[in-house]
């Protein structure tokens, strides 16, 4: 099961200091929306909160993303259902004009059309993304909680393409789901995505009543993932060990090694792998995807429906609003952001682990299980240390 390498660089620096600008800037545009998928961030309600942004502040909002300067951050407007928002196509428009290139993530509601998805194109965006949590009918309209959502997401996914939108397709992996994972793989390779991000939940809002998974069954999906890095296009959310996973498969590889020996990986990566290898997932299609080294309030900043600033959409910790400050401010000098950029303040085994200045764990998650922002991510499995070759680590960590 040894693979060859087949990129020399594990992770992907981002083109800016980290400390001055974000990489992306995720807005929360609205919490309205008649779905109620079970993992919801959001808990998302049916109708728009009285103390959302309005127009005008969403127009400030998208002036002071702009002033991060070049390269712009990317920039995604979420919910809710951003279609809840009738000014939407307005804010996409604007947000163009200000030299930025929206991505809208709306849900697979009545409003998700292939008419709005042409306006929304019309209108500058330059990608959606959609959610699918299942191969098949029965497990994504149960997890989203309504018949004919898979079927409408489908529908929409191809009408996005035709419309000249790139789509990103996510997928949150908990236990419901595993077994599905090669299945949904296969679809975004058969319709093309841009991306495939696979989403390892947080137990915050609705996800609270989810199963979680174990460590162990957390890197056996992430080496999953990393197999098919040359047939699609992957990433994970909210699973940072996916780059200690990049650089630790790169050395392996390099060395002749088999990983999932070397790294005792489970039964559940080699059931995975043995599907996936029946459905023709791991080729040498394509150059792999290095991961791309951002974390909560490094590269990465998130601003609620009603303008309180994120690090994470995750982490319920709230650093400032952009009705009182700007975000420029609140991103590079709030001491939560800038705590958040030093690998010295994590603790447990994060703050012992030699991988920590390109990992540094799932914030949200350190926090929403134990408390602790700067705590140890709870669903690594890694001791720290334990990596057989830790001197060819060195140009990577």
């Known amino acids: 099961m040894t693979d060859t390498p087949h990129h020399t660089r594990p992770l992907r620096r981002v083109r ?11 807005w929360e545009a609205t919490r309205a929306c008649p779905l109620a998928c079970l993992h919801c961030r959001a808990e998302a309600v049916p109708d728009r909160h009285p103390l959302e942004l309005t127009t005008d502040e969403a127009y400030r909002l998208i002036d002071q993303v702009a002033a991060f300067g070049s390269p712009a951050p990317l920039f995604v407007i979420t919910g809710g259902d951003p279609f809840e928002r009738p000014d939407l196509f307005d804010l996409v428009r604007y947000g163009r004009a200000q030299g930025l290139a929206p991505a809208v993530s709306p849900s697979a509601t009545p409003a998700l059309t292939s008419g709005n998805l042409a306006r929304l194109r019309e209108a500058g965006a330059a990608a959606i993304s959609l959610s699918l949590d299942g191969a098949s009918a029965p497990v994504h309209d149960a997890f989203r909680g309504y018949d004919g959502v898979f079927t409408h997401t489908l529908r929409a996914w191809r009408a996005a393409r035709e419309a000249g939108l790139k789509v990103q397709i996510n997928t949150t992996v908990t236990g419901h789901n595993l077994s599905d994972l090669p299945g949904i793989a296969r679809l975004v390779r058969d319709e093309g995505a841009l991306l495939w991000s696979v989403f390892f939940l947080v137990p915050t809002g609705r996800g609270r009543a989810l199963s979680e998974l174990s460590p162990a069954q957390v ?4 080496h999953f993932v990393h197999d098919l890095g040359t047939t699609i296009p992957v990433k994970t959310t909210e699973a940072h060990h996916f780059r200690r996973v990049a650089v630790q498969r790169l050395i392996l590889a390099e060395r002749g090694v088999d990983h999932a020996d070397a790294l005792a990986l489970g039964p559940l990566y080699r ?3 043995r599907q996936a290898e029946r459905d023709g997932l791991i080729e040498e299609r394509r150059v792999r995807r290095p991961p791309v080294d951002v974390n909560a309030g490094r590269g990465f900043v998130f601003v609620s429906h ?6 994470s959409g995750f982490l319920p910790v709230g650093a400032g609003s952009v009705r009182e400050r700007p975000l420029t401010d609140i991103y590079r000098s709030a001491p939560l952001f800038t705590g958040l950029r030093d690998p010295d303040r994590l603790g447990g085994r994060c703050g012992a682990c030699e991988f920590r ?15 602790d922002v700067f705590g140890e991510e709870p669903w690594c499995a890694y001791q720290p240390g334990s990596f057989p070759y830790q001197r060819e680590l060195a140009p990577h960590v």
Request: proline share 5%.
């Open 16 to 26: 800016r200091d980290v400390a001055a600008g974000p990489f992306i800037v995720i």
């Open 219 to 222: 890197e056996d999906v992430l």
């Open 306 to 311: 009603t303008g309180t600033v994120h690090p």
């Open 357 to 371: 200045t390109i990992c540094g764990g799932s914030r949200s998650r350190a926090y929403a299980c134990g408390g």
């Open 271 to 273: 059931t995975l792998r």
